[in-house]
């Protein structure tokens, strides 16, 4: 297969969607208000993306997705490494996660609102405890997966613990915590896009159900491709960066 072949062959199913629906929507078979045709989302993605108040609203959402989760990260990789090192801690932490996990968040965001209000506090605050979760998991899970023998060997060369924990636990979780960050992020623009939708008045949320109010179907799906791309390109950030940080995972892995 030449490399421009496989180079485009990640886009063939989307492309092959896309054509499926525009076809439908010449066909006559349903209503534009339904199906709009692909001129009309990309005519209002590109709307969404040179007018200055609907870049507002992206970076709204946006930020609020962000310091929700670099709050969860930082908090989670200290529970979860702290819970992989310490017997105490994951004996405290270990059953209220499993029980506390399987729990709704959104469920929680009337109360969210109570307490800090419609703004971006409640927001950030429920991002905050969804993406907590997984990022606590998957350190923890790293952090006891640790070559202990790495860990003895510094402690007989007279590393001091918090020596060994940088240098050695650290590296050594770190493939697990990008994991978890690959799965928070993701769930971290969920969480923005329906808590818009519920209770904000700006936000990418907040502008799909205007527009599905207004019966803009063509606009609410021009921003439901913004969302898409936006989660793509923080994955894609995400991953570079991983693959800079975690170097050596990248090395050791490979495609059969």
């Not at 496989?6 to 006559?28: C, D, T």
């Not at 801690?89 to 469920?107: C, H, M, Q, R, S």
């Not at 939708?197 to 949320?205: K, N, R, V, Y």
Request: charged residues 15%.
């Amino acid at each position: 297969m030449s490399a421009l072949a496989r180079a485009l062959r990640p886009f063939a199913l989307v492309a092959l969607g896309l054509a499926g629906w525009e076809l439908l929507s010449r066909s006559g078979l349903t209503s534009p208000l339904l199906v709009p045709s692909l001129g009309r989302i990309g005519w209002e993605l590109g709307r969404l993306a040179t007018r200055l108040d609907s870049l507002a609203e992206v970076w709204q959402s946006l930020h609020r997705a962000l310091v929700g989760f670099a709050l969860a990260a930082v908090v989670g990789i200290a529970i979860g490494i702290l819970m992989g090192r310490s017997r105490v801690a994951a004996a405290v932490f270990d059953p209220l996660l499993a029980g506390t996990y399987p729990v709704p968040k959104i469920a929680l965001f009337p109360i969210f609102v109570f307490v800090f209000g419609i703004g971006s506090l409640s927001k950030i605050a429920l991002v905050f405890l969804e993406c907590l979760y997984p990022i606590v998991v998957t350190t923890y899970a790293g952090s006891r997966v640790v070559n202990r023998v790495l860990v003895w060997s510094a402690l007989n060369m007279g590393a001091s613990p918090a020596r060994v924990l940088w240098r050695i636990v650290v590296p050594a979780t770190a493939p697990y915590i990008f994991a978890g960050f690959r799965i928070a992020l993701p769930v971290a623009m969920i969480v923005v896009i329906i808590t818009e939708m519920l209770s904000s008045a700006d936000g990418l949320g907040y502008l799909a159900m205007y527009s599905l109010a207004s019966l803009k179907t063509d606009r609410m799906l021009a921003v439901a491709v913004a969302i898409a791309l936006l989660g793509l390109g923080l994955d894609r950030v995400l991953v570079l960066v991983r693959d800079r940080v975690v170097f050596w995972e990248r090395l050791d892995s490979y495609y059969a």
